[in-house]
């Protein structure tokens, strides 16, 4: 019987139909998928801003209820379409993975809230700091739970961005909350979506249902003291408050679906874009301040992340160059 044979890697050979083994990143439904899927989800949350500035007239917990509810109409649909709701009655029936999940809708909760917050507080620049901090997070969590390997240039890098993330903390003068929050929030449901037992579908609308029940009380509560706001928005703002269903569902399943295909670490990586994005938008779009000091920080945190990309990026050259011998 014929085996395939490749050189030692550090990373896990896969069998593909053909009996051939490749490297993990060789394969396009793992590894190159998963970094697909990363790109997407970090570049739409990098633009967020635009669309929590275009509702900040409204209170964020009237925001925040409606995500919640046309996330739920949003993603719905989607799965009727996609996968239909056979796997919901075995899973409401098994109590690890309701635990699991009432963990990770927690965290995306209260990052979601914390984020309304700050961006409708002119608060974007503290909000990117919480991302940029969040790699490191995540990057903590791969090695201290997953047991996530790292070479010693991908350790360099690592303390170089926390160096940056310690002195922009340093330099505001007080512990920098927002980012912190959301840091640890977002790192935590990373690392609960990479172990659970669910698909980036199914996790996501179950998520969306444990908070629904929240999301209809607030809702209908000011409804009967006839306070509700949405019935006398103008129809623009109607509509931008249900495209908060596809502009909430569409990266959390991307990055769920990254989420399972990649190691934290790479993950990690990856995330820079998002804050990257929204940092600019606040410096050059919303005009918030943004000095020397702030900015030799992030030059820290960006040349960690050329080192990171640098090294990530000749290691897969090479494994791409390997012979493989049937």
């Known amino acids: 019987r014929e085996r395939a044979i490749v050189p030692r890697l550090r990373r896990p ?5 053909g009996g051939v083994s490749f490297p993990e990143s060789r394969l396009p439904d793992t590894h190159r998928r998963g970094v697909a899927y990363a790109l997407c989800a970090y570049a739409l949350w990098g633009l967020f801003p635009l669309y929590f500035k275009a509702v900040a007239s409204l209170p964020a917990m009237d925001i925040l209820a409606h995500r919640v509810l046309w996330s739920l109409g949003f993603v719905a649909v989607l799965v009727s379409w996609r996968i239909g709701w056979r796997w919901l009655p075995p899973v409401l029936s098994d109590r690890r993975v309701l635990k699991v999940f009432a963990l990770s809708t927690l965290m995306v909760f209260l990052n979601w809230a914390i984020y309304i917050w700050a ?11 919480g991302y940029f901090m969040n790699p490191l997070v995540n990057v903590l969590l791969g090695w201290l739970v997953l047991h996530e390997r790292l070479r010693p240039v991908q350790w360099v890098s690592v303390l170089m961005a926390a160096g940056g993330v310690v002195w922009l903390t340093w330099i505001a003068g007080a512990p920098p909350w927002i980012g912190l929050s959301l840091a640890a929030a977002f790192g935590l449901y990373g690392l609960l979506r990479k172990t659970a037992s669910l698909g980036a579908w199914e996790g996501f609308s179950l998520e969306t249902l444990f908070m629904l029940p929240f999301a209809l009380l607030y809702l209908g509560w000011f409804a009967a003291r006839g306070e509700a706001t949405y019935p006398g928005l103008p129809l623009t ?18 990055f769920a ?5 990649i190691p934290l670490s790479t993950l990690g990586l990856i995330q820079y874009l998002g804050p990257s994005v929204q940092l600019l938008l606040a410096i050059f779009l919303f005009g918030e301040p943004f000095g020397g000091a702030k900015a030799l920080g992030f030059a820290a945190i960006w040349a ?6 640098g090294d ?3 290691r897969g ?6 012979p493989t011998k049937v």
């Open 119 to 129: 961006v409708a507080r002119g608060r974007v620049v503290d909000a990117s700091l």
């Open 312 to 314: 990530m990026l000749w």
């Open 237 to 254: 703002m109607q509509l931008l408050i249900i495209a908060s269903g596809p502009v909430t569902a569409l990266p959390l399943l991307f």
């Open 304 to 309: 960690a992340l050329v080192i990171y990309t």
């Open 317 to 322: 050259w090479r494994a791409g160059r390997a």
């Open 257 to 261: 679906a990254a989420a399972r295909r």
């Open 13 to 17: 050979r896969l069998r593909a139909p």
